[in-house]
């Protein structure tokens, strides 16, 4: 279960908690921020990204998020 916080209204999650929600390296999440499909948000030394955001990343990019090698379990 990914950690859920809420700021300014909109629920974010870690980058490492996207990188498990979508079955992906933390690498491959930071690139996805870097690329514009997530908007990171810092606090601290933190980085967080809009749970909407990553849940409609899922639903779009579907089973293509699973690492190869891994069954659909």
């Known amino acids: ?3 859920i ?8 999650t870690t980058c490492a908690d996207a990188a498990r929600f979508l079955n992906l ?3 491959q ?6 690329s514009g499909k997530f908007t990171p948000k810092k606090l ?13 990343y899922k639903a779009l990019e579907g089973s ?3 690492k190869p090698g891994r069954s659909a379990e």
Request: proline fraction near 3%; include cysteine.
């Open 44 to 56: 601290g030394g933190s980085v967080f990204v809009p749970f909407h955001e990553v849940r409609r």
């Open 29 to 34: 999440v930071s690139n996805l921020c870097k």
């Open 64 to 66: 293509s998020t699973r």
């Open 25 to 27: 390296s933390r690498a």
């Open 1 to 3: 279960m990914a950690q």
């Open 5 to 12: 916080i809420e700021l300014d209204g909109t629920e974010y």
